[in-house]
């Protein structure tokens, strides 16, 4: 336990703590795997307490928050872990949202087309359990390992919720998308894969190393590669191409994915939701221009903030020549996905 508090203790905030966690890891070279695995636990069920463990002894907190993951206690004040709960979306249940962050995740995997029977044998053969969700999506319980898997391109890391936005994409034979806040392109090996190459593809991102990373894994999972660009959208841009079907995953605040990443209970300052909420408004505004009469664009969030969602599709339509075709919230009961919001709009000014 002294570990532990030592480790929660200097943690400041200020980073994700899993990248934290790494740097205190290599520093104590002599912690084998399964003291590793402890500390991490233990550390994980404080955070997850989120803003209730203010003002209390850590080493009672982590107790508290080991007994919370193993059922045998319970906290009463869900609000406790997050007093901005007036912030979510009225489609939220804030209740089922706050008490999800108590309880790990499972692990997401998607099935490269063709090799689902490959997946599955070998999770049989590693004695690893799993659920099969619309036919190419994996469940498996939290913290388990599928390297064999992703490494070999059979498989790719994605909660079943990212996976269902991306499926709300509809591009015709022949028509020109452009995913333009890629990232690692999870979406776009998705929607590729979907459509087995019957479209145009473009991907882009301000950051070099993030569509290095893409065109990686696009090759690791030999799906036809994209087109790549470099673009910053916080910028008014001229990109070389008029598309049929926008993507827009734009940065926010991430609240639909904090059960992964607690600290972010904490870490969130709520001055900072009207500088996410401004730069999505900017980049719809820049990036809409290159989208085609009577296009379709697929604005998304990892966000369960109402300003972020409801009220931002409201700007865009009154301010940006949009019309609301369907949009909401997708996640499979809020302990075991993460939250993601998409709206469907068409350019008609």
């Not at 890891?25 to 989120?50: E, F, S």
């Not at 065109?215 to 070389?240: C, G, M, W, Y």
């Amino acid at each position: 336990m002294a570990i532990v508090v030592d480790i929660l203790t200097a943690y400041q905030y200020d980073k994700p703590f899993h990248l934290y966690f790494s740097q205190i890891t290599k520093q104590h070279k002599n912690w084998g795997a399964k003291d590793r695995k402890t500390y991490r636990k233990a550390c994980y069920a404080y955070l997850r307490l989120g803003h209730f463990t203010e003002n209390k002894p850590i080493n009672e907190m982590v107790q508290f928050g080991l007994e919370i993951s193993n059922g045998t206690s319970s906290l009463d004040n869900l609000n406790a872990i997050f007093p901005f709960a007036d912030l979510l979306s009225p489609q939220i249940d804030a209740n089922a949202w706050l008490e999800s962050h108590l309880h790990q995740k499972p692990v997401y995997l998607v099935m490269r087309k063709g090799f689902e029977n490959n997946c599955m044998e070998e999770l049989n053969n590693s004695n690893i359990p799993f659920e099969l969700f619309d036919d190419c999506v994996l469940k498996l319980p939290p913290e388990s390992k599928a390297d064999k898997l992703t490494d070999k391109g059979m498989a790719w890391v994605m909660d079943r919720a990212s996976a269902a936005v991306a499926n709300k994409v509809e591009v015709l034979p022949g028509q020109q998308l452009w995913d333009a806040c890629a990232g690692a392109g999870g979406k776009s090996l998705f929607i590729s894969q979907k459509f087995d190459g019957t479209f145009k593809h473009l991907c882009s991102d301000r950051r070099y190393s993030v569509l290095e990373n893409l065109n990686s894994r696009f090759r690791l999972l030999d799906l036809i590669q994209p087109k790549t660009e470099l673009a910053d959208l916080n910028e008014p841009l001229h990109v070389p191409l008029q598309a049929d079907v926008l993507v827009l995953d734009v940065p926010c605040t991430g609240s639909g994915t904090w059960g992964r990443t607690p600290e972010n209970l904490k870490m969130f300052a709520p001055d900072s939701l009207s500088f996410m909420v401004s730069l999505q408004k900017t980049i719809v505004s820049n990036a809409i221009k290159n989208l085609k009469q009577n296009g379709m664009l697929y604005y998304m969030t990892c966000s369960v903030f109402s300003a972020e969602n409801e009220q931002n599709v409201n700007h865009f339509i009154v301010n940006n020549g949009l019309k609301l075709i369907d949009s909401g919230y997708l996640n499979f009961g809020f302990s075991q996905t993460d939250t993601l919001f998409f709206a469907k709009l068409q350019k008609i000014g």
